[in-house]
């Protein structure tokens, strides 16, 4: 079975939302089949079903000097940071692929960046408990993961740090974690990654894990005039 890929390259988010949406609503009528949409944001901030404002650090006039928007959205989580240099991955998919299982699908996602980052880098990743997901070196986060399935089909997604700058970061509570920090794959390797190799890394190992062939698309393919 096969899985269509499109690369959006550096997109607004309030656009990559609204295809999102569009896609949710066609592979939900069985119109398209799953795709992964992988996709790099300006500086934003979202916040999830649970997110509290107390966990925005700067105030609204600091965000609106440096151009950064605020939105709501309907994943599960707190406040989560996207800028450049991240990678942030959609998976918009129906969740019989994991048996209907929404903390298996979740599970695979930690899994693929687990992979990648074993496999390529050498650095030992893991899950933590219960209380928080997403992918963790110690106690810094690499990589948060917040979805949301609207009637069977998933949308939102992941967002790994490559070469993000883990001074923005400062304008938040992380995922309402005070605790605990951030990290990337920059500041883990001491080397600037290559986003576009990386994009294929992690769609191979997101492949790999839910055991589908990877279909490079383009949006016109699924979102046709």
Known sequence: MSINVVDLGKMQYGEALE???HLLARRQANEIGDTLLLVEHP??????TRGQYSN???????LAQNGIEVF????????TYHGPGQIVGYPIMNIACVENDIKRFIWNLEE?????LDAEYGITAMREDKAYTGVWVG?????????????YVTMHGFALNANTNLEDFKLINPCGITDRGVTSLRALTGV????????LKVANYFCQVFE??????KLSDLLPD
């Open 139 to 151: 106690d810094m986060k690499v990589c948060a993961i917040g979805i949301a399935v609207k009637k």
């Open 72 to 79: 709501e959205v309907n994943r599960g989580g707190d406040v």
């Open 112 to 116: 693929v960046i687990i992979r990648i």
């Open 56 to 62: 925005i650090l700067a105030s609204e006039s600091q």
């Open 43 to 48: 500086p934003t901030l979202t916040l999830g």
């Open 192 to 199: 600037e990654q290559n986003l576009m190799e990386l994009k």
């Open 212 to 217: 589908r062939n990877m279909k490079p698309a």
């Open 19 to 21: 295809i999102q949406e």
